[in-house]
């Protein structure tokens, strides 16, 4: 049972653009919603996360919006760069266990 | 953030040969540590999950008695892939927890001939 449903599976943004990643989940248990990059070869790195106590998260150019009754929530990456080329993650977990990962969304940006 | 490191960083061996893969976390103590593995352009698939001192806990389809996992300090946790098979050449990815998060490795590249 995939538990998070990420898309899309892959985006092609130009640079300067806004790239958006759109995650929902189905246990409403989940109290952790983190968003991991990662670059071919390399292991994710922890990009940013939330928990459901608040809407929104920014850090820079990344931006996680949550929407808790929808069970749904998104990255939104401002100002695409080619550097951020990359597969992107979410995941959910609750209790600090079990964290359960979406599928993957490879971005693109073109220069 | 944390760091969590992995060694080797690939390896290549040869069918019916065990294979050892080591995860530390370098400047915090991991309760918990988490053995991942993943294909090619596919997510992560938990294998297992090890706590310090216990035994580990399998996701089901994985055989515990072909994936030995060892807990044995705060820092370091070891997957030992025995009698490899080509069937399990994959990218082996470890993590850490601290807190709610979970930091991982660089990967393992494991071919096996």
């Known amino acids: 049972q995939q538990q998070v449903k990420q898309s899309p599976q892959s985006l092609i943004v130009q640079k300067g653009g806004i790239s958006i990643i759109n995650c929902a989940y189905e246990n409403t248990a989940f109290d952790y919603f983190p968003w991991y990059q990662q670059f071919p070869g390399k292991g994710p790195a922890l990009l940013i996360a939330?928990?459901?106590?608040?809407s929104e998260k920014k850090e820079g150019r990344f931006t996680i919006s949550f929407n808790k009754s929808a069970k749904q929530f998104s990255l939104h990456i401002m100002d695409s760069q080619p550097g951020d080329s990359a597969t992107y993650f979410c995941?959910?977990?609750?209790?600090?266990?079990?964290?359960?990962f979406g599928a993957g969304t490879r971005l693109t940006v073109k220069p | 953030g944390a760091v969590v490191s992995q060694h080797p960083s690939w390896v290549i061996c040869k069918s019916g040969t065990s294979v050892k893969i080591e995860c530390r976390s370098l400047d915090f103590q991991a309760t918990t540590m988490f053995w991942y593995r993943q294909f090619p352009k596919q997510s992560l698939m938990l294998m297992a999950t090890s706590n310090e001192g216990s035994k580990a806990t399998y996701e089901q389809g994985v055989e515990k008695d072909k994936f030995l996992i060892n807990h044995a300090s705060l820092t370091l946790s070891t997957l030992t892939v025995t009698s490899a098979h080509p069937e399990d050449s994959s990218f082996y990815i470890c993590s850490g927890q601290e807190g709610y998060t979970q930091y991982f490795g660089p990967g393992t590249r494991l071919t096996v001939l």
């Open positions: 995941a959910a977990s609750y209790n600090n266990n079990d964290m359960r």
């Open positions: 939330i928990r459901p106590d608040v």
